[in-house]
């Protein structure tokens, strides 16, 4: 797998918003939240496109990472695999890319993750620990190694 992350632009904003919107989709139905103008809403108001980069496979692109480097730690604020290129390991590429950088910062790492997403599982399975919850949300760490 040759993974690739070019940088975003704001004319790139509405793509990101629909590989966001697809790739919640059907977590945010399980729990009766979906609302794709919400979802664009709560994206663009936050977006950097210095801080995003598009995920490419094979030079497909497959979804995108937006991390954000606070003074001690990152947030990872956003992390999407389009549905049909998710189970082939490419989340876990992406996260080891990312880890390996964020440890030689030794910098820990912060996320939000939707209660009731397969997103839950698949942070706790590389090392993310639950530091919090919210109403929608649970909140987890990644120290470095």
């Not at 790139?12 to 919400?38: H, K, N, T, W, Y």
């Not at 480097?69 to 604020?77: E, G, R, V, Y």
Request: contains cysteine; negative net charge; hydrophobic residues 40%.
């Amino acid at each position: 797998m040759n993974l690739a992350f070019p940088v975003t632009t704001e004319s790139d904003a509405e793509i990101l918003v629909s590989i966001r919107i697809a790739s919640m989709r059907e977590s945010l139905e399980r729990i009766g939240r979906f609302d794709p103008q919400r979802a664009r809403e709560r994206f663009l108001a936050s977006f950097d496109p210095v801080l995003c980069c598009f995920i490419e496979v094979d030079g497909v692109q497959a979804g995108f990472i937006l991390v954000r480097p606070q003074q001690d730690h990152w947030l990872l604020d956003h992390l999407y695999i389009l549905p049909e290129h998710q189970g082939r390991g490419i989340g876990a590429a992406v996260l080891r890319d990312v880890f390996k950088r964020a440890d030689a910062l030794r910098m820990p790492i912060r996320l939000g993750a939707l209660r009731g997403s397969d997103s839950n599982r698949f942070y706790q399975r590389h090392g993310f620990v639950q530091t919090d919850e919210a109403e929608w949300d649970i909140y987890y760490v990644r120290h470095p190694n």
